[in-house]
């Protein structure tokens, strides 16, 4: 006990002897309005240790004395600051740093936050934290979009969302003034592969939830405004994951006046699809290759290009399936054997030239054409034999949970050989004036389109030894009116050839004024879109106009007003009912919206937040219905409803932890049509029409939330987490009508989250021969998708046995799932 007691204090005596002599760094940080900055990261060079400012901008960090350290000052937005120390025993000095903020200069290019100048209401989205969100789909961009107010999305595996009671076609995507199509033939998530938008070439997001501007096109729902990257100097990155890789190089030559950017994507979700109900072999391979070249060809032309390849393949041979569904007192179990196999290949081409002329420092003039093209063939053919049980539901049986009276054995047969080739050119030109009150912009674009489509696909169903729907007995006598009992009858029989080929021609014309006086600022945009479709004769016409008013308050509050008629001419997926035929009479769908909201910016815990509130009606007129299956949208082919969609949705976003912007968005929403010349019959013959029901995205409640945080002490380890929840969604059984569609799909809930450490920084010391002295930084991530294990529903198969009676056998989504994803910049 001595020995251990004189150990003990000699070890105390040796610390607290180390520990005077230790010598000490101190100091303040500002930027250049001498203002503190807190959570600045103070590291020595090469080195794991450091601390951060405090609320004042102060810091304090012990170091080794006699010798020499370099001690690294870095802030996002802010240049780098390195000093180098060498303290005697005991020493303590004070460093105080001012820091400035980095800047990129664009040649004739000056960005600013015109928000209130413009009278836009355009969410601006940071494009860094596209490559934080944890994400299966992998889409960056649109893993973001599905995080903002009024968005709603039920699937993880798909990149599309619905906007406001809207479906996936009636939202509007553009990259550099450039629209960007989804898309035919794709019916699920998996299929999907890559969207277009390329995370790491962003600069700019923007997106409008309704009520957006005149120069945008012709959709009902929303827009999403991205802009890629005009580097000035050599930079690339590189991202490992088990979901895939992907690389991009910028730079800049010629003194500037060259920019380009490539990126390459290889995504493979093999290792998610392998968790997935349906067992098989899984063989996904999603390609993408990009480029954007701008070159300044004097003071007033510049030329771009942007190019686009993809080819997303998808393979799969299914072997068998089990799921059990049901209640507590009410269990069953579905088991599928699968034969056969499916291959669908989608490759998109897209290429697209700007010139810009900028004849005074005033005007600026575009002259846009682009050319798209996708090739989409699917083709399967798979038998599926299935057993539906009912399962002991007894705690106290030994065969609880067991298979233990069979209720149907059946079989399915499903085939397909589509094949979709369709090809838009378009030329368009774009002006902008601008003067210190004014901003005027106009727009004249001509399309031409031609979709070739050949549709062949059916369905067959045996249950129990009969095919259904059953067809009349005949056996032991002839009657031409009685169909023969060897005669198969197939289900979803979609047999049809189309060559479509049309011209387009659309413009627009739109100014803002802006008033700014002692106690207020307004600004109005006012404008009108026209188009004209040579298939259908039909010309549309509609105004919008959007205010916003900034009063001289103590409090940072703006208010928006805007209104308008918002016409979706028919592409061609609109055009095709349920059998495959063309409707080319088929008229554009209208949305007659009014958007009031507010945006209010306070102080909380001395940090800043953002609260947003918008309230909107649209009268939805000319509607086509449609049913969704997962991601496959089938519509009628006939303006046969009206509708409306009202709600309200709330954002706040702000730095809820210091230095790390985190948000939450809550919607409440309904929307509803009444479909014309829908009724039925009661059972004592009363006639009766059902009126307004809920659309196929009626869904009442979303709320996101994406958080970020990360150790006060080591700002090196970060943590990032998307949570979302949406509400019920209506369905029914196959081909039958809305008024049938009385059950709920369950809320969909999900929590992703992903944790990262910085294995290297800018300021990272590393020897000479090192690799990694390449690299401005390097991260590992380790991120766990549906974090509490909930099994979401996406749609429904259903079987049937002789009698009629159909069951609704759940398509789970994917469960619990680690990714590790290693991302290096250069």
Not at 29 to 58: C, E, F, H
């Amino acid at each position: 006990m001595k020995r251990l007691l004189l150990f003990f204090l000699l070890t105390i005596a040796s610390c607290w002897i180390q520990a005077q002599e230790k010598a000490t760094v101190t100091g303040r940080v500002v930027d250049v309005n001498r203002k503190p900055l807190p959570l600045v990261n103070i590291a020595l060079m090469g080195l794991p240790t450091g601390t951060v400012t405090n609320d004042q901008g102060r810091y304090e960090m012990k170091v080794s004395p006699n010798t020499t350290y370099t001690l690294v000052f870095s802030f996002i937005g802010y240049k780098t600051v390195t000093e180098k120390i060498n303290l005697k025993p005991g020493e303590k000095k004070e460093i105080n740093r001012t820091l400035i903020m980095s800047t990129t200069e664009l040649n004739g290019l000056d960005v600013k936050d015109n928000r209130i100048n413009r009278g836009s209401n355009l969410i601006k989205i940071n494009p860094k934290t596209a490559t934080l969100i944890p994400s299966v789909s992998g889409g960056g961009v649109e893993a973001l979009v599905k995080t903002m107010p009024g968005v709603a999305s039920n699937n993880e595996l798909s990149s599309q969302y619905s906007v406001r009671g809207g479906n996936f076609d009636e939202n509007l995507v553009y990259v550099n003034d450039i629209e960007i199509y989804r898309p035919f033939l794709v019916r699920s998530g998996q299929q999907e592969g890559l969207s277009f938008l390329n995370s790491d070439l962003v600069s700019s997001i923007q997106f409008s939830a309704g009520g957006f501007d005149a120069k945008y096109g012709e959709k009902m729902s929303s827009v999403l405004d991205i802009t890629y990257k005009k580097p000035t100097e050599t930079a690339g990155s590189i991202t490992l994951s088990l979901l895939g890789a992907s690389a991009h190089l910028e730079g800049a030559a010629d003194s500037g006046r060259l920019n380009y950017l490539i990126g390459i994507r290889q995504k493979s979700n093999q290792y998610v699809l392998n968790s997935l109900q349906t067992k098989g072999e899984y063989k996904p391979s999603f390609t993408d290759l990009q480029s954007y070249v701008n070159y300044s060809l004097s003071k007033k032309f510049e030329i771009s290009f942007l190019g686009n390849y993809a080819r997303n393949l998808y393979r799969v041979v299914p072997q068998d399936r089990e799921t059990a569904f049901g209640t507590m007192l009410e269990a069953y179990q579905f088991k599928v054997y699968f034969e056969g196999q499916e291959k669908d290949m989608f490759e998109n081409y897209l290429g697209a030239v700007t010139l810009t002329y900028r004849p005074y420092s005033r005007v600026s003039l575009k002259l846009i054409t682009s050319g798209f093209r996708t090739v989409e063939t699917e083709t399967f053919d798979i038998l599926g034999q299935y057993y539906l049980s009912r399962l002991e539901t007894n705690w106290g049986n030994d065969n609880f949970g067991q298979p233990v009276e069979p209720i149907g054995v059946g079989s399915y047969l499903n085939h397909a050989r589509n094949k979709l080739d369709a090809r838009v050119f378009n030329i368009e030109q774009r002006g902008a004036y601008e003067t210190p009150n004014k901003f005027l912009q106009w727009g004249f674009k001509v399309q031409h389109e031609q979709i070739i489509d050949k549709l062949r696909e059916w369905t067959l169903i045996d249950s129990a030894g009969y095919t259904l729907p059953h067809p009349n007995d005949s056996a032991g006598y002839t009657n031409p009116s009685v169909q023969p009992y060897d005669s198969l009858t197939l289900q979803d029989v979609t047999r049809a050839k189309h060559d479509v080929s049309s011209m387009r021609y659309n413009g627009f014309i739109q100014n803002t004024w802006t008033l700014n006086t002692d106690s207020t600022r307004m600004s109005v945009t006012a404008g009108i879109r026209a188009s004209y479709w040579d298939l259908n004769k039909q010309f549309l016409f509609g105004p919008r106009i959007s205010m916003s008013f900034k009063p001289n308050w103590k409090k940072d509050i703006i208010f928006r007003l805007s209104t308008g008629v918002y016409h979706q001419p028919p592409f061609y997926r609109e055009l095709r009912n349920y059998s495959g035929e063309l409707n080319t009479k088929l008229k554009a769908q209208s949305s007659y919206q009014i958007v009031a909201g507010s945006d209010w910016d306070f102080l909380a815990w001395k940090r800043p937040f953002k609260f947003v509130t918008e309230v909107y009606y649209k009268y939805l007129d000319n509607l086509v219905s449609y049913e969704v299956d997962n991601v496959r949208i089938r519509y009628s082919g006939k303006n046969d409803a009206v509708g409306y969609a009202v709600g309200i949705d709330f954002r706040v976003n702000g730095d809820f932890v210091k230095g790390a912007e985190s948000w939450a968005s809550l919607s409440i929403m309904q929307t509803r049509e009444n479909i014309k010349g829908d009724y039925y019959y009661t059972a004592d013959s009363v006639k009766v029409e059902p009126g307004f029901l809920p659309r196929p995205t009626d869904q009442r409640v979303n709320f996101n939330l994406f958080f970020q945080d990360f150790l006060p002490k080591n700002p090196t380890y970060k943590m990032h987490l998307n949570l979302v929840f949406g509400s019920s969604l209506r369905f029914g059984p196959p081909r039958s009508p809305q008024y049938l569609h009385t059950y709920k799909i369950p809320p969909y809930k999900r929590v992703d989250i992903g944790f990262s450490k910085q294995i290297k920084g800018e300021g990272s010391k590393v020897s000479a021969k090192s690799p990694l002295r390449y690299f401005k930084q390097i991260w590992i991530s380790a991120e766990i998708f549906n974090l509490l294990q909930i099994s979401n529903t996406i749609s429904y198969f259903w079987v049937s046995d002789i009698t009629g009676r159909q069951y609704a056998i759940p398509n789970y989504l994917t469960p619990r799932q680690l990714n590790i994803k290693i991302y290096a910049q250069f």
